[in-house]
């Protein structure tokens, strides 16, 4: 026992002689370290919102409109940002997640109704993530038969069997597939005092399609599920109040990357689709938009993207489902839980991955009635989720000095308030097209 004491001492001793010699990491190396340390729930939340639906639409915002609608890119980066910001900040405060404090603050019964609609929206849009799947698979002449089920096991057991810090690790991976769209948009040599002019001059119709297109891009982009993964992640993480300053910098740093990957997505397809009287109808279509990158090889590109952003949907939409119903009702959650640890939590999660990939595989699925009643829960949910973060965020019994600052309150009432007019304009355009002009 004397000499493995002994030993463990010596050891010890030379540790320290070695370290005495190691300089520590100073400034800006120190604080980009703990950046990195620290990076994931803004990234990958921000990133999800460019899932297989909001390519799709930010492709066809691109060849319907060419760089007619840039401009409404700016204000979403500060609207998008204020939220993810807010929820971050209330994850780190208070150590809870959304649908906790929502329950906690507003009853049981306004909790089972948010409840409800989440679970039903994002099981629908859960769908058609594996939708995605199956068409950037069928790209590589993959069946769907082969490609969805392979892939919702490979979610699974990403989330069911690893940590934590692996998901989000694969899960950030996966957000590098939009490069593509970045040097696409390069190549393809569009029009850039054009771009710069749709970017700075606001235009707005009430014409059926513009007015469609320019609430779904809304949307797409500022989605209820997002705000559930950010909070309920940078909880899991154990980010508090005193390393806060970091993940501030995540959720905005991912924001404006998320952004830019559409502000380029749409000028790849203005570029090339738009400009050649080309329309979004299938995935190859908006292959073309990678033309100027991979000639030929444009298809495969797109799919790989495709692919990856709706890899990263499918796996990030059923954990925010599973995140917030189990917070709702008092469960055990977490993604390093075991089954036996967290059963409702990886219950939910193994549930949503199961149905949406079982009914992806569906011959002539009308995909397009499912994302339509989706997106109106969705329109329904969004402003209620609003108004219930800027209500929790401002609560000084539960935030403390973190409350929200006389301007940043004033971005983030404005921000609720436009997108809840968007919200009931785009519902009320949907059950009621004749009210737009066509």
Same mark, same amino acid.
């Given at each position: ?70 401009? $409404? ?9 204020? *939220? ?85 690790? *694969? ?20 029009? #850039? ?40 992640? *940078? ?16 959720? #905005? ?50 799919? $790989? ?57 569906i011959p002539g699925l009308p995909l397009i009635r499912v994302l339509l009643v989706t997106q109106v829960i969705n329109g329904l949910l969004l402003p209620i989720i609003l108004f219930a973060i800027l209500k929790l965020v401002n609560t000084r019994e539960l935030m403390g000095a973190y409350v929200n600052g006389l301007i940043y309150n004033i971005g983030a009432w404005l921000t609720a308030i436009v997108v809840t007019c968007l919200s009931l ?5 949907t059950l009621f097209p004749g009210l737009a002009r066509r």
């Amino acid at each position: 026992m004397a000499e493995s004491r002994a030993a463990v001492v010596a050891t010890g001793r030379r540790l320290l002689r070695r370290g005495r010699g190691v300089k520590p990491p100073s400034g800006w190396r120190r604080n980009f370290l703990g950046f990195l340390a620290i990076l994931g729930p803004g990234m990958i939340a921000a990133s999800a919102g460019n899932d297989a639906g909001g390519i799709a639409t930010f492709a066809a915002v691109g060849a319907e409109h060419g760089y007619r609608l840039l401009w $409404i890119l700016l204000p979403i980066t500060i609207s998008l940002g204020l *939220v993810q910001e807010m929820c971050a900040r209330m994850g780190a405060v208070t150590g809870k997640g959304l649908a906790d404090l929502i329950r906690e603050r507003f009853g049981v019964r306004w909790t089972a109704v948010v409840m409800l609609a989440l679970l039903i929206a994002n099981a629908g849009v859960t769908v058609s993530e594996f939708v995605g799947i199956a068409a950037a698979a069928e790209l590589f002449g993959i069946p769907r038969f082969i490609s969805v089920p392979l892939s919702a096991l490979g979610i699974w057991w990403l989330v069911v069997k690893s940590s934590y810090q692996r998901v989000e690790r *694969v899960f950030l991976l996966m957000s590098l597939v939009f490069l593509g769209y970045i040097i696409s948009a390069f190549l393809a040599r569009p029009d #850039w005092n054009a771009v710069a002019l749709g970017l700075v001059k606001p235009s707005f119709s009430l014409d059926y399609a513009y007015l469609f297109t320019l609430v779904a891009v809304v949307g797409t982009t500022i989605s209820p599920y997002m705000q559930v993964y950010v909070q309920s992640s *940078v909880v899991e993480k154990g980010v508090t109040p005193e390393d806060y300053g970091r993940t501030k910098w995540d959720v #905005w740093v991912g924001t404006v990357l998320a952004i830019l990957v559409v502000f380029f997505i749409v000028i790849s397809t203005a570029a090339t689709l738009h400009t050649h009287g080309l329309h979004i109808e299938s995935a190859s279509d908006a292959a073309r938009a990678l033309r100027p990158l991979a000639g030929p090889y444009a298809e495969k590109l797109f799919a $790989i993207g495709l692919f990856g952003a709706s890899m990263l949907a499918a796996g990030v939409l059923p954990l925010a489902t599973a995140y917030s119903i189990s917070e709702a009702l008092g469960f055990e959650k977490g993604v390093s839980r075991s089954f036996r640890e967290a059963p409702i939590f990886l219950g939910i999660f193994t549930f949503l991955i199961a149905v949406g990939a079982a009914i992806a595989v569906i011959p002539g699925l009308p995909l397009i009635r499912v994302l339509l009643v989706t997106q109106v829960i969705n329109g329904l949910l969004l402003p209620i989720i609003l108004f219930a973060i800027l209500k929790l965020v401002n609560t000084r019994e539960l935030m403390g000095a973190y409350v929200n600052g006389l301007i940043y309150n004033i971005g983030a009432w404005l921000t609720a308030i436009v997108v809840t007019c968007l919200s009931l304009l785009f519902i009320l355009v949907t059950l009621f097209p004749g009210l737009a002009r066509r």
